[in-house]
């Protein structure tokens, strides 16, 4: 089992980048598949953005492709999320979560995939 702590929300205009970064504890965090998730108020928890074990493979959610980049330091136990040109609708609580695997190549897709979260960090973004 792992803990993860989120960092870097917070209130930007729209247009605006922040940088969230996730802090997992283990020794055994390069053999997680890591991703980002977020919930806006009234809606489920949706996908934003995943990354297999090295780091090689990502995927993202089609309403964040081209403005979110996620990455990993395998050294370093941090998994990142860099979004810019926020837009009002990215507003939401984003958490971090990972999956064990035993797969290289495996990145999560869904919310279901993930074994751990983290408690969350809010982003806000006005217009």
């Known amino acids: 089992q792992v803990q993860l702590v989120e960092s870097g929300g917070g209130l930007v205009q729209a247009g605006g980048s922040l940088r969230l970064s996730c802090a997992v504890s283990?020794?055994?965090?390069?053999?997680?598949?890591m991703g980002w998730l977020r919930q806006a108020p009234g809606k489920e928890r949706e996908f934003v953005a995943a990354?297999?074990?090295?780091?090689?493979?990502?995927l993202y959610a089609d309403s964040v492709k081209g403005r979110f980049t996620i990455s990993r330091d395998n050294a370093k136990n941090t998994v990142d999320l860099q979004m810019n040109s926020l837009k009002p609708e990215d507003t939401a609580v984003y958490y971090c979560a990972a999956t064990p695997t035993s797969y290289s190549n495996y990145v999560p897709l869904s919310p279901t995939n993930f074994r751990s979260w983290g408690q969350g960090t809010q982003v806000t973004v006005s217009s």
């Open positions: 283990g020794r055994t965090f390069s053999s997680y598949a």
């Open positions: 990354i297999n074990r090295s780091g090689g493979s990502t």
